[in-house]
């Protein structure tokens, strides 16, 4: 079945940096759009970045300069690197997959807190 566990979640001080992890199985991850959201309590989960199967990246407007997105195909991985965090980047970040044919799946999460 396909699985999508995320690492690298922590507590970090503003302006400081964290890289996030998802490693993806039970499914063809070449052939998958896959993302970041994040949600805050009290708040919808929201986009933070996207990268196609191709390669095509998307970034959230608070995100645009601060946050990269990366896949590694062989490895069945997609990263997310993020930096001069700030205190509104605090959240559950999830990571997702658009399967083909299957719908969209994901991760169960791990927590960004940035202090202020």
């Known amino acids: 079945q396909v699985r999508l566990v995320e690492s690298g979640g922590g507590l970090v001080q503003a302006g400081g940096a964290l890289r996030l992890s998802c490693a993806a199985s039970?499914?063809?991850?070449?052939?998958?759009?896959m993302g970041w959201y994040r949600q805050a309590p009290g708040t919808q989960r929201e986009l933070v970045a996207s990268?196609?199967?191709?390669?095509?990246?998307n970034y959230a407007d608070s995100v645009k300069g601060r946050f990269t997105i990366s896949r590694d195909n062989a490895k069945s991985t997609v990263s997310l690197e993020m930096n001069s965090l700030n205190t509104e980047d605090t959240g559950a970040y999830y990571c997702?997959?658009?399967?083909?044919?299957?719908?969209?799946?994901w991760g169960q999460g791990t927590q960004v807190t940035v202090s202020s």
């Open positions: 990268v196609t199967n191709g390669g095509t990246t």
């Open positions: 997702s997959a658009s399967v083909l044919y299957r719908g969209r799946y």
């Open positions: 039970g499914f063809i991850f070449g052939r998958s759009d």
